[in-house]
């Protein structure tokens, strides 16, 4: 169904008084929307000569195909005077402004009104509904459709009249009904309104004018769907998203969703594409072995076990947040701790052999331990032995290079026990 819009105003002309006989053409249009239709309504009025028997016809600059939604009529102005009314229509398919031109064999005319409006969206082939009413005098008017119209459709009104008093605006629209344009002339007068929005088969004005002898009305529905034609509300759901041949995601509309995991490029290094929440992956090794932790990891550390020889014991009942760096291989291959762990004791417990008791916790900070290019432990340099006093009140003292021989042991030995 077409959708359809107010309708706006491209022509509203009207020919001098005592016009004559002949065509007669406006002025250039303003410029129209392609793809609508075009609605001139045309009424004239002879200067005498009574009923002229013919029908007015149209045609435009444009070279467009006009056609009649309803059927033209005329009727009595006053005396020998008649008016005449046609709606006309056509397809538009240009923005370039146009020309129209207007004839009837009826004789002498007094005057022509030509108004031209367009409907955006509208068609030719979209008519529905119409009527029409020939009447006289003041007052109100109204005429009934052969149909009720559609509620998004738009009703199209056309009102012409023997005006013998020349007052600018003299109609007044319908309850309902929007006015479109008007001529305010006399002899004759010419007016436009439409109204959308409803099924109701009426249509009516207030008021035709202040000194109206004859009068003419045409209607016509031209169906659609009016507003931008969405009388609801549209939930759309994008589709998901793929995955371009280079392996990023791409997002083929505007949605709400859930970023994709966590991609790893060429070099293993992770990759977010796009703004999104995302739980890093777990620690990659590279080529050399290294761990490689990406973000900071929780780690609880293992409880303290007891061996058989009564070492102490206990259990670490907190959870450390630790960064562990790439372990690093010195020069003879030892390794080197480079993280020292604070930990508290539990008092350990007496071994049979009347192990001691610790009744307090200790902090053990543990030191890089070191292996000698040998790969043994150094060598560890005692202390200078104390001077011994043996009997005969003589000072041994027993030294060689920080060395001791059997015989030298055996005397220091001797000297102990003399001296206990």
């Known amino acids: ?103 009837t064999a009826a004789g002498t005319i007094w005057a022509w009104e030509v108004q031209v409006i367009e409907v955006p969206g509208g068609s030719g082939a979209s008519i529905g509904a119409t009527g029409s009413v020939s009447s006289t005098g003041n007052g109100a008017v109204a005429l009934t459709l052969d149909a009720a119209p559609g509620s998004g459709s738009y009703v199209i009104a056309g009102l012409g009249t023997y005006e013998t008093n020349d007052v600018t605006l003299q109609v007044t629209e319908g309850a309902g009904w929007t006015e479109a344009v008007e001529a305010g002339r006399s002899v004759p007068n010419a007016q436009i309104q439409f109204r959308t929005g409803s099924t109701s088969d009426q249509v009516d004005w207030v008021d035709n004018g202040t000194t109206v002898s004859g009068y003419l009305a045409l209607a016509f529905e031209v169906s659609g769907s009016a507003g931008g034609g969405v009388t609801g509300t549209v939930a759309v759901s994008t589709s998901a998203p793929t995955v371009a041949a280079a392996g990023s995601p791409t997002v083929t509309g505007t949605a709400g969703a859930v970023l994709p995991a966590v991609l790893a490029v060429a070099a293993g290094t992770p990759t977010v594409v796009g703004v999104g929440a995302a739980d890093l992956p777990g620690p990659s090794v590279a ?94 340099t005692p202390p200078e032995p104390p001077a011994v006093t043996g009997g005969g009140n003589r000072l041994f003292t027993p030294h060689r290079d920080d060395e001791f021989t059997d015989a030298e042991l055996d005397a220091l030995l001797i000297a102990l026990l003399l001296a206990a």
């Open 1 to 103: 169904m077409a959708i359809l819009s107010d309708p706006v105003v491209l022509i509203d002309e009207d020919s001098t008084r005592t016009y004559g006989s002949g065509s007669f053409t406006t002025g250039a249009s303003a410029a129209p929307t392609a793809g609508s239709l075009l609605v001139a309504h045309v009424v004239y009025c002879t200067n005498g000569g009574g009923d002229p028997g013919v029908g007015i016809t149209i045609s435009d600059s444009g070279g467009r195909s006009w056609s009649e939604p309803v059927a033209q009529h005329r009727r009595q102005g006053s005396g020998t005077d008649w008016i005449g009314e046609a709606f006309f229509i056509a397809d538009n398919a240009s923005t370039s402004g146009f020309t129209v031109t207007v004839d």
């Open 287 to 380: 080529a050399a072995g290294a761990p490689v932790v990406s973000g900071v990891v929780s780690v609880t550390l293992p409880g303290v076990t007891v061996d058989a020889a009564g070492a102490p014991g206990g259990t670490v009942t907190g959870t450390a947040a630790v960064t562990i760096p790439a372990p690093v291989a010195a020069a003879a291959g030892s390794p080197v701790v480079t993280v020292s762990v604070a930990v508290t004791l539990t008092a350990p417990a007496t071994a049979a052999a009347g192990s001691p008791v610790v009744s307090g916790s200790v902090g053990v900070v543990t030191s890089a331990p070191s292996v000698a290019a040998a790969g043994r432990p150094a060598a560890v």
